[in-house]
């Protein structure tokens, strides 16, 4: 994909496609490695694909969690192997009740002509 907005915004729908359907290899696949995420006081990194577990965001997503939504997508930087943007997402219940919603900053990067999530700075616990 030659727009690298365009191409970013699918990198986050594939990431949350994949984790809305429990698909680890996907939430991988939608990454680039090293992966970090500032959140909660703390940073985690994940330096080699298959190191991200949907285990791990399962524990911290909230009670009852089922699925994410995005509530906003807004590019801050546009470049062309990097994409800064400004994100906001839901985490729901199965129920359709809401558990919380956070503002997110995800970096896009590409990689090797592959395009992946390489970080995050969230509000998110």
């Not at 696949?29 to 298959?50: D, E, I, Q, S, T």
């Not at 800064?84 to 129920?95: A, E, G, Y």
């Amino acid at each position: 994909m030659s727009d690298p907005l365009a191409a970013a915004l699918k990198t986050l729908d594939d990431y949350l496609a994949a984790l809305n359907r429990g698909d680890e290899p996907g939430l991988n696949a939608a990454c680039n490695f090293p992966h970090v995420r500032l959140a909660g006081g703390k940073v985690a990194v994940w330096p080699n694909h298959g190191d991200y577990k949907l285990g791990d965001f399962i524990a911290r997503a909230g009670d009852g969690w089922h699925h994410s939504t995005w509530d906003e997508r807004t590019a801050i930087h546009v470049g062309d192997n990097k994409v800064h943007l400004k994100v906001k997402f839901s985490r729901w219940r199965k129920d359709g009740s809401l558990i919380a919603r956070f503002e997110t900053i995800y970096i896009v990067t590409r990689q090797d002509g592959r395009w992946g999530i390489q970080a995050r700075s969230s509000f998110a616990d």
